[in-house]
């Protein structure tokens, strides 16, 4: 534990400093970044699993937000939806002299629910040269490589974690809640958006399906609207600060 902590705080000294977001952090992306590379990381699944109380919901209505689960401990689990090798998402680099500053601003934004892991990103390497053309950054990457990235995941020990979930009960869940953040229809919305936004290969059907059956819910229902509205350009400061 003790040595886990330190590899924390040493983290970015280096001007290592790489974080891989998998939920509001691809179109939401953290302050300071001068790099933003789609990518993916392999042995976890991505789910809406994790309970929201300050964000997509209330503590007396929490909403739902995405997590990841390790494979391993997946596998033990039932779930509706079929898993897939790789989680999809966006990677950040982060300059060594805000290294500190962005991990506590980090810190606040997922502070319900979320501890810090680390595991290895894989750049997509169709997008990598039209990064490299617009950044001024000296970092550069090897797409045949990984990259160690940051990441935060709400562990199943954690309050917040509810586990395998009916997917209709969950998109009514979803359609039902929502926060300080705005509605939790738009978090999924805008989630499934921009991975699609990723790369031809970036699509996630647990998050699709989930859009499809709340699309349809509002459609035999109405109420509500929409498909999530992401920015013509990214933002590198939300204007809310919200969980991953």
Not at 54 to 82: C, F, M, N, S, Y
Request: charge should be negative; proline fraction near 6%; hydrophobic fraction near 30%.
């Amino acid at each position: 534990m003790a040595d886990h902590q330190k590899e924390i705080e040493e983290f970015g000294n280096n001007d290592d400093f790489w974080l891989f977001g998998y939920g509001s952090l691809i179109w939401k992306p953290p302050p300071h970044y001068d790099q933003r590379v789609p990518g993916y990381i392999e042995g976890y699944v991505r789910r809406f699993w994790q309970a929201s109380e300050d964000h997509r919901g209330t503590p007396e209505a929490p909403g739902r937000v995405v997590t990841l689960i390790d494979k391993a401990h997946w596998d033990t689990l039932t779930d509706h939806h079929e898993s897939t090798e790789r989680v999809w998402g966006a990677a950040y680099h982060i300059p060594a002299h805000h290294a500190a500053e962005v991990r506590e601003y980090l810190d606040i934004r997922e502070i319900n629910g979320y501890s810090i892991q680390f595991t290895p990103f894989h750049p997509a390497a169709s997008t990598s040269a039209s990064i490299l053309r617009h950044t001024t950054c000296s970092v550069t990457f090897d797409t045949h490589s990984a990259i160690r990235c940051l990441v935060y995941i709400g562990l199943p020990s954690n309050p917040q974690f509810l586990g395998p979930q009916d997917p209709d009960a969950l998109a009514r869940k979803i359609l039902e809640s929502t926060g300080p953040s705005g509605e939790n229809r738009e978090y999924l919305y805008n989630l499934e958006k921009a991975l699609l936004g990723l790369s031809r290969e970036s699509e996630d059907a647990h998050v699709s399906d989930l859009a499809r059956r709340c699309r349809e819910i509002e459609g035999r229902e109405g109420g509500g609207g929409g498909g999530g509205e992401i920015g013509e350009k990214l933002q590198k400061v939300g204007s809310t600060e919200e969980v991953e």
